[in-house]
């Protein structure tokens, strides 16, 4: 139960797009479409910003999109805000008895 | 509205158990619709799944961890448990109570150090 791979940082100024990749293996992110997506503002508990790679749940803009191809998930920030400055962590479910497994995070800074 | 509150110690010494609970409001911890869970972020690190347990009473631990690591629910407190015996220094986290996987609905988090 290996954890995804995500780059440590990412950057953009405001109104540009930010995409941030999450690298897995057949067995999680290239087996099933559950991946998540979660933003972690500083000493906030996480948010979920994805589901099942593309859905957002209420509440979120549609500015954060998903996506994926083979192993690799993706989130794309468009018309980037200085509120998206946060932590962003990718997650997939890894077959049934399996709790599913996290990205490394990645942290996005607005310039 | 799916509400979640950590309770417990936020020291506890080597070797000893940590117990956290998780208040549930707006539902009912038996419902069929939910799952529960616990997820921890050591201080500046990633987040880790410890387990889930289902309204059913079934549970799934983190392989690593399965061996010290216990879930239950309380439907008469709408409460579900963890405990985690003969802790670390490397148990030090920010430990989140959660519903669901994807995680829809967490807990505000709370700070357990382990040190004597």
């Known amino acids: 139960q290996s954890a995804l ?33 979660y933003q972690q503002r500083p000493g906030k508990a996480p948010k979920l910003m994805i589901y099942e790679v593309g859905k957002r749940p209420s509440g ?3 500015r954060f999109s ?16 200085s509120e998206d400055e946060a932590d962003y962590y990718c997650s997939s479910y890894a077959g049934s008895n399996n709790l599913g497994v996290f990205g490394g995070g990645t942290k996005l800074t607005v310039l | 509205q799916l509400q979640l509150q950590e309770s417990g110690p ?11 609970t998780c208040t549930v409001s707006g539902v009912s911890i038996s419902s069929t619709t939910y799952y529960w869970g616990w997820i921890r972020q050591p201080p500046g690190k990633g ?9 059913s009473g079934s549970t799934y ?5 399965k061996s010290r ?6 439907t008469s407190k709408n409460q579900f448990s963890l405990k985690l015996s ?15 996987n994807p995680v829809f609905h967490w807990g505000q988090g709370t700070l357990v150090t382990v040190s004597s």
């Open chain 2, 69 to 74: 690591v216990t879930l239950s629910v309380d």
């Open chain 2, 86 to 100: 003969s802790v670390t220094a490397a148990d030090t986290a920010v430990y989140y109570c959660a519903s669901g």
């Open chain 1, 5 to 37: 791979t995500q780059p440590p940082s990412a950057s953009g100024s405001p109104g540009q797009s930010v995409t941030i990749s999450c690298t897995g293996t057949s067995s999680d992110i290239g087996a099933y479409n559950y991946v998540s997506w």
């Open chain 1, 60 to 62: 979120v803009p549609d």
């Open chain 2, 10 to 20: 936020g020291l506890v010494k080597p070797s000893e158990t940590l117990s956290l």
């Open chain 2, 47 to 55: 987040l880790e799944w410890i387990g889930s347990i289902y309204y």
């Open chain 2, 61 to 65: 631990y983190k392989p690593s961890l």
């Open chain 1, 66 to 81: 998903g996506s994926k191809s083979g192993n690799t998930a993706s989130l794309t920030v468009s018309g980037l805000q």
